[in-house]
């Protein structure tokens, strides 16, 4: 079960955003993978949280992450979290408006049924561990035509427990019953 991380292990203060450090270093880093496809290929394959930490462009972003402010070291369960949103993050290929629970439930044009649908929906927010989070996630996103915000994205990867499947269930846009 993915358990909730004590204040000491993550602190609200190490959210990324666009404005902090850390939030620019992984902005960067993400935008750069358009040129960098040896990367990105590596953190594609990776299918769960082990795989992505054991490679080399995780250990140089994650080196680039503790440079800028990144406080938590060695095998914390933080680091398992911020290894999923890593793991995830190659599989996005446009940084846009929406947060993660909308853009799942956006419909394209001329589709009467959300991105991803209701059941799938729910089956995700069961996810109660970093790989079965990073596994669910990485099946949604090719199903998302729609950008996704990055940074919640991370920033949900990261503090994911009751709040956040919460927040993600007010902002799915529900399918109404007929």
Do not use: C
């Not at 933080?78 to 993050?89: C, P, S």
């Not at 044009?109 to 729910?122: C, I, K, T, Y």
């Not at 927010?125 to 919640?152: A, H, Y």
């Amino acid at each position: 079960m993915l358990r909730p991380l004590k204040l000491e292990e993550l602190r609200m203060s190490d959210r990324f955003s666009r404005d902090n450090a850390i939030g620019k270093v992984l902005l960067n880093w993400w935008q750069g993978l358009a040129d960098d496809r040896a990367s990105r290929a590596v953190l594609r394959r990776a299918g769960n949280t082990t795989a992505v930490v054991l490679s080399a462009p995780y250990q140089h972003l994650f080196r680039r992450l503790s440079a800028a402010g990144w406080k938590e070291d060695g095998a914390s369960p933080a680091n398992d979290r911020l290894a999923a949103a890593i793991g995830l993050l190659v599989h996005v290929e446009q940084d846009g408006p929406l947060s993660p629970a909308k853009a799942m439930s956006h419909k394209a044009s001329g589709e009467e049924q959300p991105a991803v649908s209701e059941l799938r929906f729910m089956r995700l927010l069961e996810s109660d561990s970093p790989d079965s989070l990073l596994t669910g996630l990485r099946r949604v996103l090719p199903l998302m035509e729609q950008r996704v915000d990055v940074i919640e994205l991370v920033n949900d990867v990261l503090f994911w427990g009751d709040k956040v499947k919460k927040k993600w269930a007010y902002d799915y846009e529900w399918p109404a019953r007929t």
